[in-house]
């Protein structure tokens, strides 16, 4: 498992660091650039503010698989709330993309699709990239780990 810690009976995806840290760079490059630059402007500050607020996003963010309880738990973003997905409601994945002028991926994305408690189908982002192949890998662990709790 490259993409995953197991302890326990639970799987837990490493921090996804590749959308994370070209944003952080960026940023606290143009932060430097504003303290150096722009000593009398609030720039800096703003910069700083993004900054710390990607942070805590990265840190805020989990994806664990509980074979236990049969179930995925994932909560994305700063003020997203934990999302629980039943495996036995779960439906697939798919993996979506997003080009720009339909030639440059900017953004791949896993999503699971499962059925809510009401019968209606939902959506969760389980994992983000650039780049198609390191969510393929992400979603062929999962398929492994749910595969090996289903005693296939």
């Known amino acids: 498992m490259k993409n995953f810690e197991r302890i326990g009976n639970e799987y837990k995806m490493k921090p996804q660091l590749g959308t994370y840290v070209p944003l952080i760079g960026i940023f606290s490059i143009i932060m430097i650039v504003g303290f150096v630059k722009l000593p009398e402007s609030s720039f800096k500050w703003w910069m700083l503010g993004i900054l710390v607020i990607l942070i805590i996003s990265l840190l ?3 994806f664990i698989i509980d074979m236990d309880k049969r179930e995925m738990r ?3 973003g700063l003020v997203g709330k934990e999302v629980t997905v039943p495996l036995d409601r779960l439906e697939g994945f798919t ?5 720009q002028y339909g030639l440059i991926t900017i953004n791949v994305s896993l999503i699971a699709r499962y059925l809510h408690e009401n019968g209606k189908e939902k959506r969760v982002q389980l994992a983000q990239s650039y ?3 390191p969510i393929q890998r992400i979603c062929n662990e999962i398929d492994e780990i749910i595969g090996a709790g289903d005693g296939r």
């Open 131 to 133: 780049f198609t192949k």
């Open 95 to 99: 993996i979506h993309k997003l080009k």
């Open 74 to 76: 994932v909560r994305k």
């Open 60 to 62: 805020r963010s989990y």
